[in-house]
């Protein structure tokens, strides 16, 4: 530079080069130097590294100034002040100005504008080291492209801006650019497309969002990157070398006709890339969700393992990040371990952290997110009365949410378990920000003698990416949700969401609602959203007209629930309920029906003797008491869980195609499957991709 700068901005250009506004020349204060500014405006050139004085500007920029580059290439510079020795020296500037860098200008001194390359359309996204087409009038003068990350510098610079040179090709006016490899060189996020052509002028930017392939939850989860659907089943109770009920993960990998049909492979703590070490009773495995949480192209898998006794203290609970890779899952790098100290709380006995669990990809205008309940902790003193970890930005800016936060409704009381339930979606507040919904399904109703007690309800919190500040709470005395609370329903014990289009639907499961006469029967409420306003929709039970079957005793209907997007040819919005408690073919056989959102009567209902299902019905099996989802390039299937099958006594999962594919089940022992320490496989069951 000419002179020496502090307290200056430093702003990536359209062309690639910087611009250094404002500052002041000497140090003789930190934030303020009115003797001594600095007006002359310096463009760094990267590719001969030097820098070049141009015009100044009119007014003192130095502390909290900031500065801005516009789509249409000029640079917006503006404030400055507030601060102590600001005050001291009458230090405000409440204006802005415009700089117009030489490249929007001819070069033959006439100082008469450029003539500028037009973009006449572009894509609004771009996906990840995929290829995207630009029209424009004069393609082939086109001598770079690049990408601008949106931004604002100031206390020097953003750290966050960045230029990205695209590689392109040119055919007439289509110019075909190919976006950035992974996030690892341009974040997800928005930014400024520029052409410069052969003479150093830049278009108007069109701003472009990049991001992972665009999908809704339930889209394909593929741990190796290979271009096809993987899933991951759990058994939580399994022996892997013989330690009881430590927990194993099977991942099932997909090939070009079915989800589940190429290699298959096993998790264990300890084991390749999965960390800690895998001790009798931890159930590794009890929860899983799968989400890239790095935006690298390999799906990721959240791990919850509730029973994991840390620092000494029984069954406080751990989370694993098990991250994916071009060799599939805990094959790269070391998994990432979470606890209560990564949200700045302390373990204690009895925390179960990581019994519920939710992550994301990037969803509405935010990056990928992780949820993490511990309904077994302690607040303010009150036992099991819980708290809700999250990870709003990856695995970066931890927050721990109670019912004593800021901005939440409701107290924190033992037994409440808030936590028990998560599930991430665009629910309320912003439409484009993302919201998480809590179940607590222990909440007493009213206080005193008149108390219903453990009737349970759920907490919407707003916004999770710019601060907890705001909650709505929702149980069943609130407007416009049907039913009655009672002593015991659990509302909020079991929730998913699932965006489509511009529709989040949210289903509430309550398996210990009381249908008329038949204690615990269960039902699943349902709302819908437009990513504002939460609004109650159908009480599904069996007794609506059309539904099979009939609510009786003990049925726990809703006690798992899964929301399946459209896909493939399939035009619908389902959601499968199972009730795996349900009397049938034998007492407590269990079933799963799968309803279009769109008409309720026209479910399906499986069993055990059902056509083309695995295995017998028997008295116990407990079918559907694992429920997933998983998508593929070729089919959409819906996963029962039937852990407790006495016909398999390592437990079994039945594949129930939405779309494409057949149905199929996966059980240890079946030629695929390593039956080795299994004993409830299928307790959990997925390779949803929330999105």
């Known amino acids: 530079m000419s002179v020496g700068r502090r307290q200056h901005n430093l702003t990536i250009l359209a062309d690639g080069s910087v611009l250094a506004t404002g500052g002041m020349s000497r140090a003789t204060s930190a934030n303020v130097d009115l003797d001594d500014p600095v ?74 504008k450029a ?9 609004s996204s771009a996906i ?14 086109i001598d770079k492209v690049g990408l601008v990350r949106l931004g604002a510098a100031t206390h020097s610079q953003d750290q966050g801006q960045r230029y990205v040179p695209l590689s392109f090709t040119t055919s007439g006016s289509t110019l075909t650019a190919k976006a950035p490899a992974n996030s690892n060189i341009a974040p997800a996020g928005y930014y400024m497309l520029f052409i410069t052509d052969g003479a150093g002028v830049p278009s108007v ?34 022996d892997p070398g013989g330690v009881a009920d430590a927990g194993q993960v099977t991942v099932l ?7 589940g049909g190429g290699s298959v492979d096993t998790l264990v ?5 999965v960390g800690n070490t895998a001790f009798a009773g931890d159930r590794f495995g009890t929860t899983v969700s799968a989400a890239d949480l790095d935006n690298d192209g390999f799906t990721d898998l959240l791990v919850g393992t509730p029973y994991e006794d840390i620092s000494g203290q029984a069954d406080s609970g751990l989370a694993q990040v098990i991250w994916g890779s071009s060799s599939g899952l805990g094959k790269g ?41 511990v309904p077994g902790g302690n607040v303010s003193g009150q036992n099991d009365a819980e708290w809700v970890g999250f990870f709003t930005a990856g695995l970066n800016d931890p927050r721990a949410v109670d019912q004593e936060s800021a901005g939440i409704p409701g107290a924190a009381e033992a037994s409440d378990r808030f936590g028990e339930s998560i599930t991430l979606g665009l629910l309320a507040g912003t439409s484009t920000r993302v919201d ?47 039913g009655t609370p009672e002593n015991n329903d659990a509302f909020g014990q079991v929730m998913d969401s699932v965006r489509v289009g511009s529709t989040t639907h949210l289903a509430v499961g309550i398996p210990a609602e009381d249908i008329g006469s038949a204690a615990d029967a269960g039902s699943v409420q349902l709302f819908t959203s437009t990513g504002t306003t939460l609004t109650p929709g159908t009480g599904l039970t069996q007794d609506i007209t059309g539904v099979t079957g009939t609510p009786t005793a003990g049925d726990q209907f809703g006690r798992r629930i899964v929301l399946a997007p459209p896909g493939l040819s399939d035009t619908k919005t389902r959601l499968a309920v199972s009730a795996p408690y349900k009397d049938g073919p034998a007492t407590d056989a269990g079933k799963v029906q799968i309803f279009p959102l769109d008409d309720l009567g026209a479910e399906t209902t499986y069993d055990q003797n059902s056509t083309g299902v695995d295995g017998t019905a028997a008295a116990n099996d407990h079918f559907g008491e694992g429920l997933g989802l998983v998508s593929g390039v070729a089919e959409r299937s819906i996963l029962v869980g039937v852990p407790d099958d006495v016909e398999f006594s390592g437990g079994i999962v039945n594949v129930i195609p939405l779309t494409g594919g057949s149905l199929r089940s996966w059980r240890p022992g079946d030629g695929r499957v390593s039956s080795t320490g299994a004993d409830r496989f299928g307790g959990a069951a997925g390779g949803e991709v929330q999105q």
Not at 343 to 372: H, K, W, Y
Request: hydrophobic share 35%.
């Open 253 to 259: 990998y997909g090939n070009s006709s079915t989800i």
């Open 115 to 123: 003539t500028r390359p037009l973009i006449n359309s572009a894509p």
């Open 205 to 238: 930017a069109k701003i472009i969002q990049l991001q992972q392939k665009p999908a809704v939850k339930g889209a394909s989860s593929d741990f190796n990157g290979d271009g096809f659907s993987d899933a991951a089943v759990a058994d939580p109770y399994a």
């Open 128 to 141: 990840y080291d995929q290829n995207f087409n630009i029209t424009l009038g004069q393609a082939g003068t």
């Open 436 to 482: 998480a919904a809590v179940g607590t399904p222990g909440e007493d109703l009213g206080s005193g003698t008149s108390a219903i007690t453990n009737a349970g309800a759920f907490t919407i919190i707003n916004d999770l990416y710019t601060g907890v500040v705001a909650g709505q709470a929702y149980d069943q005395n609130s407007s416009g949700i049907p």
């Open 269 to 273: 703590q300890g084991s390749d890339a």
């Open 333 to 373: 790098r070391a998994s990432t371990e979470l606890t209560q100290s990564s949200f700045g709380r302390t373990a204690a006995a009895g925390d179960q952290f990581g019994f519920a669990i939710d992550a994301s990809n990037e969803l509405g205008a935010d990056l990928p997110m992780v949820a993490v309940g």
């Open 39 to 112: 007006f002359a405006v310096e463009r760094w050139d990267p590719a001969t590294g030097t820098w070049t004085v141009l015009a100044g500007a009119s007014r003192v920029r130095q502390y909290h100034s900031s500065v801005t580059l516009l789509p249409d290439g000029r640079v917006l510079t503006g404030g400055g002040g507030v601060c102590a020795s600001c005050v001291d020296v009458g230090y405000l500037e409440k204006n802005i100005e415009y700089f117009e860098p030489p490249y929007l200008y001819k070069k033959d001194g006439s100082g008469q």
